[in-house]
């Protein structure tokens, strides 16, 4: 993520680069079984407005959405691939309208989010993801303000309480001990999901 006040972290700055996936587990008959690769796999933070786990969110609220629809491509279902980690907002306005996929292009060319939470379509894909998603509402806006001016605030004056909110969960899965039924098509990002760098010491505190 780009620089913020300091050295600290924008909260609410998209990637400059699409997003390349590091697991490949398969087989699974339940989408739900796939929900704790998801979670690394999308750094435990909505793939359209960022929102993250940590920012106070129940399990409940983060849902697992299907880029291409269930209803237009039920054989993509327990696709791997074709599914995304989302809080539950955008999942629910999203429903099966197509939008762009961030496998394919950086959403991070696309938007821009400004200091007093106003979000910027930067092209045609940024446009239609504000559209589609409603991203530059009245209540995302502000909501996005009080974020930013919060964490500028903690990271001022009470360190230890903005590392809490811009750090990864505690509950970081193991993948290692994860058992796909058809196997994982990309098993050395086990090494390099959240939990294995934790371990490792390798996990930045904040991100």
């Known amino acids: 993520m780009g620089g913020g006040i300091g050295a600290t972290p924008e909260p609410f700055a998209y ?42 969110h129940m399990a409940g609220n983060w849902d697992i959405d299907y880029f291409m629809p269930q209803s ?22 999203k429903s099966n309208r197509a939008v762009p996929d961030p496998c394919r292009i950086a959403f991070g060319h696309c938007l821009k989010v400004h200091k007093d939470g106003t979000i910027n379509a930067l092209n045609e894909d940024g446009e239609f993801l504000i559209e589609k998603l409603r991203l530059d509402s009245p209540r995302c806006t502000e909501y996005r303000r009080k974020m930013i001016d919060t964490l500028k605030s903690l ?28 196997g994982n098509s990309k098993p050395e990002g086990i090494n390099d999901s959240c939990y294995a760098r934790r371990i490792r010491g390798e996990l930045p505190e904040i991100y």
């Open 155 to 182: 990271a001022l004056h009470t360190r230890q309480t903005y590392v809490a909110w811009m750090c990864y969960p505690d509950d970081l899965s193991d993948l290692s001990r994860l058992r796909p039924p058809d």
């Open 72 to 93: 237009s491509h039920p054989q993509r279902r327990l696709d791997y691939e074709n599914l995304l980690y989302a809080c539950h907002r955008c999942n629910v306005i």
């Open 15 to 56: 990637s400059a680069v699409p997003h390349v996936r590091r697991h490949g587990p398969r087989g699974y008959a339940n989408y739900e079984l796939y929900r704790e690769w998801l979670r690394d796999e999308f750094s435990f933070r909505c793939v359209f407005c960022l929102n993250r786990e940590q920012w106070g």
